[in-house]
């Protein structure tokens, strides 16, 4: 696959091929996926949930992903490596650089971070230090307490008018790519065709130029009803190499996902 950069990924959204994203927190893993076909590894900060097992993002610190996104880039074969921001750590650009300085340090490409307008002199400042940003909306998790939930967003008209606005105005700000989380379909697809940086989704449909999962969401073992826009893929694979393979295989064909993971 070579070593995957922002280039590659844009040349991709540009040739109307899909990509695919996982979340990986270790070296094992790290290896496993990133041999697998997978673009991009995402050390997601739902390491809160399935690895530390609290109840939301909120607890991780920016030691505990720097931690983990070392990890992740000693397994690493090629991939880019994506790691995230955590809760409160970038309220500021100050606090966003020192943050974004660590992550890096320890491995990342490219940080992503969850929000919109209060975002935009942050990701321009980052840009311009040599830090790629890929701005995360949509349902953003950090945020559930002002949510009230885990719920889809963007379904009124107003707020779907102001999720296309937004992600316009984060690519001028000089964000490298985007993410969108629990979106209806038909606004994910408008969005993707609206900015000519790559877009990511996760139960956002199968318009957007490349799809994440959280990997232990993938691979059927986090507990409790999983949502509605996973897929497990052991169930037809081997074992986890072959599940990883299956996943970007499936998101690469435009067969993962399909209608029945979308919300309308
Ligand atoms: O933290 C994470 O794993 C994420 C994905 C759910 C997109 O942000």
């Not at 041999?35 to 909120?58: F, R």
């Not at 921001?85 to 992503?112: N, V, W």
Request: net charge negative; aromatic share 6%.
């Amino acid at each position: 696959m070579g070593n995957i950069t922002l280039h590659t990924l844009t040349a991709l959204k540009q040739a109307g091929k899909k990509f695919a994203v996982l979340t990986a927190y270790d070296a094992c893993f790290s290896h496993l996926i990133s041999t697998a076909g997978v673009e991009v590894m995402l050390v997601g900060d739902s390491l809160g949930m399935v690895l530390q097992g609290n109840d939301s993002t909120l607890p991780v610190t920016v030691e505990e992903m720097a931690y983990h996104t070392a990890a992740v880039k000693a397994g690493n074969q090629g991939s880019m490596i994506m790691a995230d921001l955590p809760f409160m750590s970038y309220g500021t650009p100050e606090q966003a650089m020192d943050s974004a300085a660590a992550l890096m340090s320890a491995g990342a490409h490219i940080i992503k971070l969850e929000g919109a307008a209060w975002l935009d002199e942050t990701i321009t400042l980052l840009a311009e230090r040599g830090v790629p940003v890929c701005a995360h909306l949509g349902l953003t998790p950090q945020a559930v307490n002002v949510l009230g939930g885990y719920k889809v967003q963007g379904r009124e008209n107003n707020a779907a008018k102001q999720m296309i606005e937004d992600a316009v105005r984060l690519e001028q700000a000089g964000a490298a790519m985007l993410l969108l989380e629990c979106v209806p379909s038909l606004l994910a697809g408008e969005i993707t065709k609206a900015v000519d940086i790559p877009v990511i989704g996760i139960g956002a449909g199968a318009e957007t130029d490349a799809q994440v999962l959280v990997m232990h969401d993938m691979l059927g073992i986090t507990p409790g009803r999983s949502p509605k826009f996973v897929k497990n893929f052991m169930t037809d694979s081997g074992d986890i190499a072959g599940a990883f393979e299956a996943y970007a295989d499936e998101v690469k064909a435009g067969t993962f996902p399909g209608t029945e993971h979308g919300f309308e």
